[in-house]
């Protein structure tokens, strides 16, 4: 698997998708990903949003399983899971290769709610890879039929700024905060899901979150290929 160090520059890329979507804008990092990047990102900041209303149906996004919901923070809005001791899992409709990745921005968190990045989610039958944190706690999971497994639950708590993205590259998660791997989640922030006979293959990459509280939100989401 090539690993390369890449610099993402795209400055002027702004193109309105179904008149609310924007493919990626005003971006510059620098920062070692598994892999480099494709162009196209998806990407949502969730300001279109209706306030206060499932996310599912909302643009191009569908409900895997339960359902995450828009508040408006003071003109900023953003998302939070709505239901308690279950997965609430959202994924965007558009195309993603098997390999991809999603990344969110975490907004607020407290131990009351958790909130995460998914990947492979499976169209509506409740399965994805989540990466995810509730402030003091952090685990990379696998999640077949909304049971969740805890592939590695010792991972760096998220907070407030991080920007926390998950990918998957063949069957290989990396779990990244602020652009460095997590080397908390299995001892360089890769996990090797390749021995499970429940690995996840293709699928769509979103957003999740686990309580019912506005006291955990994330923002700024993006999604795309490897
Ligand atoms: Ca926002
Ligand atoms: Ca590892
Ligand atoms: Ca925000």
Known sequence: MKRLFYTLMFSVLSVLVNGQFTV???ITSSILYAEESSVVVFYDDFETRADNTI????????QEINSMKTNDNAGDMRVNPINSGVE????????FDGDHYSQIVVDEITQFAWVGAAVRCQNGSGDAYIYSSDGTDCRLSRVINGTRTDLDATGTAFSVTDVVRLEVVGYNLYCYINGSLDTAIDGDGIYDDSAS??????GWAGVEGRGNTSASD????????M
Do not use: F, R
């Open 24 to 26: 990626m804008t005003d």
């Open 55 to 62: 996310l599912a149906g909302q643009g191009l996004w569908v």
């Open 88 to 95: 609430n899992i959202t994924y965007y409709n558009e195309t």
């Open 197 to 202: 006979g429940s690995k996840l293959d293709g």
């Open 218 to 225: 994330l923002d700024d989401w993006e999604g795309g290929n």
